[in-house]
């Protein structure tokens, strides 16, 4: 069964960074997309950024130029780094391949505040 295990989240300060990562397996990692996605309390699910099996990556427009989407195919492992942290980017952080609709991990939580 597909698997996805985010970790990395944290309380960080405004303008602080965090790398977040997404060990996946139960999938031929290397051939799928990878998405990132957001969820704040109160507000719907967001796309946060793309990564293709060839490398393309895709953002958010309101994120491009803060976060850095990329993949490690040996680690099966997506990651995230988030740099120039705001309070609004708090939320819990999802990790997701779209070819399995349904499946989603745990996510992990993201705080930035003073």
């Known amino acids: 069964q597909v698997q996805l295990v985010e970790s990395g989240g944290g309380l960080v300060q405004p303008g602080g960074s965090l790398r977040l990562s997404c060990a996946a397996s139960g999938i031929i990692f290397r051939v799928n997309t990878m998405n990132w996605y957001r969820q704040a309390p109160g507000k719907q699910r967001e796309f946060v950024a793309q990564?293709?099996?060839?490398?393309?990556?895709n953002y958010a427009d309101s994120l491009k130029g803060r976060f850095t989407i990329s993949r490690d195919n040996a680690k099966s492992t997506v990651y995230l780094q988030m740099d120039s942290l705001k309070p609004e980017d708090t939320a819990v952080y999802y990790c997701?391949?779209?070819?399995?609709?349904?499946?989603w991990g745990q996510g992990t939580q993201v705080t930035v505040s003073s």
């Open positions: 990564i293709t099996p060839s490398g393309r990556t």
């Open positions: 997701h391949a779209p070819v399995y609709t349904d499946s």
